[in-house]
């Protein structure tokens, strides 16, 4: 039945989304009061459009429908009683409405027979509504040092944006209002771009084929949803009726001629690059008119090769060679825009991006994997979107769909049907890693989405809704290696035999003796794929009043529904209704205040539901121990086993097996009834709430002259129901005095457990199993978030200076109990002691973009990035253990709360210092013929050299925010520091 009431208020909601308005105020310029009855004409030459439409009783009309380009330009004709004016060229990005006043002098002037620029026309204050945002424009890209045409880079000079901290090294690299950054939504021209298994982009989109980006941080219009974080919207580039375009080349030749740093830096994926890295990327765009006037494309293409080296150091086996790996991006990206007619269009847009990280062997340092273990990282993802609009009379629409998928294989290994084997050395030391990874990573993901959108206009009244359908199958393959892993040990003579052999760094897993003595074999069990589908549905209705001509109010109602949160419950989350509100207020000609109030729900992260199926399992004991845990009252009494519990990734360990001929296995499932796991999962018996955030903001706005704009803003927005873990079988809390610190042993903790644990078995019913789990865990959505912010900014186009500059300035504070989908409690299931600092908590942010341009076709670009410290979080240092309670949970330096935390400390109690950075970008365009230049260019990051220990992109384990010791002991070890200063050299042509 709850079912039926979706779908109903999913199809009322299509009856009136949003595409994009332009809103022209017009004013008398001597009585400032809104011109009725006044003809504004609308002109884009680049497409040859030209609209002409008559101004209402608040001296405002509204051009409806229009497309996403750059551009436009409103302007008036002479009259008996006006002189003629004219806007400055304007820029619509996707799903954007924005405003523009024109200020009418009288025809008496000395200006009757000028059309001039009307001052009010600049103005870029956000007169619609309440939505804290922030913009860049392709030009501003073009003129911003970034490395490797990378989006990325560029997004945490915003207001509200900074550089994350992620739990993997490909995880985001951009957190918005402190959150992690896999909860960020991404899109192109308002479509979806989610890898859904985890987060972050489907198709990491190159500079080359944006027209904006925009960064919705607070407040947004209730069209958006599915991210309690922020929005990164994407508005690709459009052709025209000229052929335009660039082809480039870029290199940054690395270390000859970088500075110099011990600490390994990272490649554009996130990973750790050291010796020999070097990069070189070439890409081609071109747009124009298959049809004036009628059929425009854009094309893009971008390619880079990453070159890198490891060390492959094996004394004993004489082996010290460097083995070279390479990384490939390649990006394609096409759309197509076609006008049918004045009121209908259509665009195709295809994104197709390949993407292999090699893992060639060797180490940054030196390491023992051989070229024979080699892997590759594969992220592909293609989308191919179709969008319609049209309109009719007072009602206009967009009818869209786009298909995309993603496959993410973590470790495709250069010798897929091989086992792996790790050798140790007479003293156990590990000399050699050969054959397979060791595991299986492939997750694929296919998605169908929908979208419905109209708009009805009204005198004061602009009236939208929407409903947007999204369907996810995903499908994955993990766990052990069906192949099997073997770890060896070899005698002296084995080893002085391989030594003497030659072979070198194409030892293989063959090469070994074959009577070479089995330590220990691993097979994975379920050697099959798993998933199931994702669907979310949404919709909206939503009211933009004016209810004056100095006053907007917005006031909407989303509704989301994802079926994910059913978890192992009968019944997903249903009620996610969320309400928006804000106003818009015109204090004067220059000036505005706006504020509001809104709900946003996130989505399910696929990742909580799959952990929850790969790490289960079915089995007789099991499932007995699911079933004492409703008997003690520790899961709901009417808890159905089979729908939380799944057959899922299972290893089996042997000893005395002969090397290279272990058991498939088929020949073991026998041992996966009592196998004894350290932790196992299920499916939450009450479901997921979708986590969600209260958004508040209130903000000033001043167009300070023609090329100068400032504005502030306050955000506060209150996160609940976010991801956590939570441990069924938790030990008993233990408290550590940190006057007198007392480690409790494994056993010890073990027998606290609800059930206890003993010999790896425990005693249920009297009967003891050994076919269950010390820790049981479930997601639970519990978290809090608390974040405040105040943003200054100050921004100066440039007009007919030589100069532009952008300044903004954030004071934020950002606490929470919970991390990450996989963040659990330090003792116990005590997230009270876990409230705290963010990881991405930031205290002060400081961004400024300074561009001279001293002659014509030159461009000198600073731009400084000044951040007070990331958290650190102090665990035991000094006690044999950073398990101090004895629970298991200490994970060695793991920041997520798995590791126990220095006595008498709090979650993330001390700071790393500022981090500050400078980059330049020098660029000189020489004219080649009327219609083409030739631009040189090169940009210097970390200009001083700064050795940064904070405030840049990092995983988290491998970083300088996790410590052993107290804050008072001033102990600390440097792990990692910010990039040195590097070079990056560029040629691109014109036309």
Known sequence: MKQFYIWVLLFVATTVFAQQDLTVSVLDATTNTPVENFSVILENTSRNLQISQLTNEQGKVVFRNLEALDGYQVRTEVTAFYAAERSN??????????????ILRSSTSEELDEVVLSFGSTSKIN?????????????????????GRDITRVLYRLPNVSQATGFYPEAPNVSINGSNGLFTSYLIDGMDNNERFLGGQKFAIPSGFVKDITVLTSNFSAEYGLTGSGIVDITPKSGSNELTGEAFFITRPGPAIDGTSSFAQRDLSGNQVKDGFARYQAGVGVGGAFVKDKTFYYLNFEHTTDVKDNLLNVPALGVSETIRGTNTFDYFSAKVDQIWTKNFRSSVRANIGFVEIEKQGGGLDGGVAFPSSANTQQRNSVLLALKNAYSFGRLSGETNIQYSSFDWDYANPLNANAPQVTVFGTNDETLAVLGHPGFLFHQIEKTVQVQQKFKYYLDNHILKSGLNYIRGDHEMFGGGNPNGNYTVKLTQNEIDALNSSGMGSSLSYNDLPANATVVNYNVELRPASFGTHQDIYSAYIEDLWSVTDKLNLTIGLRYDYDNLSKGGSEEGDYNNLAPRFN???????????RGGYGIAYDKVNYAVYSDALQQNTNTADYKLQLQEFIDLGILPSNTHIDAITFNGNLSANLSNVTYLQGPTADQLQGQREGAFSNERRILNPNGYDNPYSHQFSLGYQLQVDENKLFYADIVHNRGENLFRLRNLNAAAEYTVDPNNVVVRTTG????????????????????????????????ETAGKSRYYALSLNYQKSKGQDSYSYRLNYTLSSLENDTEDINFRAMDGNNYSNEWGPSINDRTHNINGIYSYYPFTGTTLTVAGLLQSGQPINRIPLGFGTTDLNGDGSGFGEA????????????????????????DVGLQQQFKVTSGTKIELRVDVFNLFNAENLSGYSNNATQSNQIQGGSSASGLFTQRNASPPRQFQFAVRYLF
């Open 89 to 102: 060229l304007i820029s619509i990005r996707s799903n954007q409405n924005p405003n523009v006043t024109l």
């Open 127 to 147: 007169r619609q509504d309440a939505e804290v945002s922030s913009e860049l424009k392709a030009a501003e890209l073009q003129e911003i040092p970034v490395e």
């Open 583 to 593: 106003f818009n207020y015109k204090l004067s000609g220059n000036s505005s205040i």
């Open 748 to 779: 010890e903790a073990d027998a606290t457990r609800p059930i206890p644990i003993v010999n790896n078995s425990a005693v249920i019913g009297g009967q003891t199993v050994t076919g269950v789990a010390r820790n049981v865990v479930m997601s």
């Open 895 to 918: 920041y997520q709360g798995n590791s126990d935390r220095f006595p008498g400390e709090s979650r993330n109690s001390d700071r790393l210092p500022w981090s500050t950075t400078f």
